[in-house]
């Protein structure tokens, strides 16, 4: 019971015709390393994962769950730092009236 059996099921279902059609109804095409749908049937994706042979919980596809929005989250956090920073440095130009401000000189 873990994440990686999640990600190696999933893997798998993509991969194999009977599953895939068996979770035709669960968004398989956007399971991936980024992603994993949140408006899934659980008990479906569960039971069908135990008929092909994987042991994984519910606690399981949310902890899947959980980690990519995080991953996520931590993605988008880190652009909104970059991109302010750019904003910056462009109304610091503006402001010195086209003279560039060299943050790394003494």
């Given amino acids: ?8 099921f999933i893997a798998q279902a993509k991969q194999d ?8 109804d669960c968004a398989l095409d956007q399971w991936g390393d980024a992603h994993t749908p949140l408006d899934i049937d659980h008990a479906k994706v569960i039971q069908v994962a135990r008929d092909a042979g994987y042991v994984i919980s519910l606690s399981d596809i949310i902890a899947a769950q959980c980690e990519q929005l995080d991953n996520f989250w931590t993605f988008e956090m880190n652009n909104s730092f970059v991109a302010r920073r750019c904003i ?3 109304q610091m130009n503006l402001s010195a009236g086209g003279r560039s401000k060299d943050y790394y000189g003494y």
């Fill in 1 to 8: 019971m873990s994440i990686r059996a999640v990600k190696d």
């Fill in 88 to 90: 910056a440095k462009i």
């Fill in 17 to 24: 015709p009977l599953l895939r059609s068996k979770l035709a």
